[in-house]
């Protein structure tokens, strides 16, 4: 895998059962710092909940020069697109991808007129990621952060 790779040379592909193992894996680690700091982190349950609500209709494979890079689903409920599972490999991080990702799915959004939704970790640098692309804070509790951007025409 080359992490290096600029932003622009991503693509998405979709996802398919076959992938829940390495999202899995790839959530696992993803959330491991951020959960610890709250003393949350459990192994086999950071795993779980990846299993538990995978949906392969919404969820699509971030790639990078052919490999898994990370991943993002847009889940339509309650009359927003929930925005879930949205996780890159350390290597891809700080490098600009996620907010090529991000873009990519708020225009989509934009183009349907959608609210997108989402929950970040308190104290978690996702939330810097998600403020600098118009979300703002819909609810907070000691461990979620509850965040939302409105429809743009």
């Known amino acids: 895998m080359d992490s290096t790779a600029p932003a ?55 790639v990078v020069g052919g490999a ?22 350390p290597e891809h991080q700080g490098r600009g991808l996620g907010s090529a990702v991000l ?10 007129r959608a609210t997108v939704a989402l929950v970040v970790l308190q104290g978690s640098a996702a939330r810097r990621l998600y403020a600098r692309h118009g979300f703002v804070v819909e609810d907070e509790d000691p461990v979620d952060v509850t965040m939302y951007r409105p429809a743009r025409a």
């Open 68 to 89: 898994l890079a990370g991943c993002v689903t847009v889940r339509p409920a309650g009359g927003r697109r929930w925005l879930e599972h949205f996780y890159l490999a």
């Open 8 to 62: 622009s040379t991503w693509e998405f592909r979709p996802a398919s059962d076959a992938d829940v193992p390495a999202l899995a894996e790839l959530r696992a680690t993803v959330m491991r710092p951020d959960l610890t700091r709250l003393g949350r982190y459990d192994d086999h349950r950071v795993r779980q909940r990846m299993r538990d609500t995978f949906a392969p209709g919404y969820t699509s494979l971030v």
């Open 103 to 112: 873009r990519a799915v708020l225009a989509r959004a934009d183009e349907d």
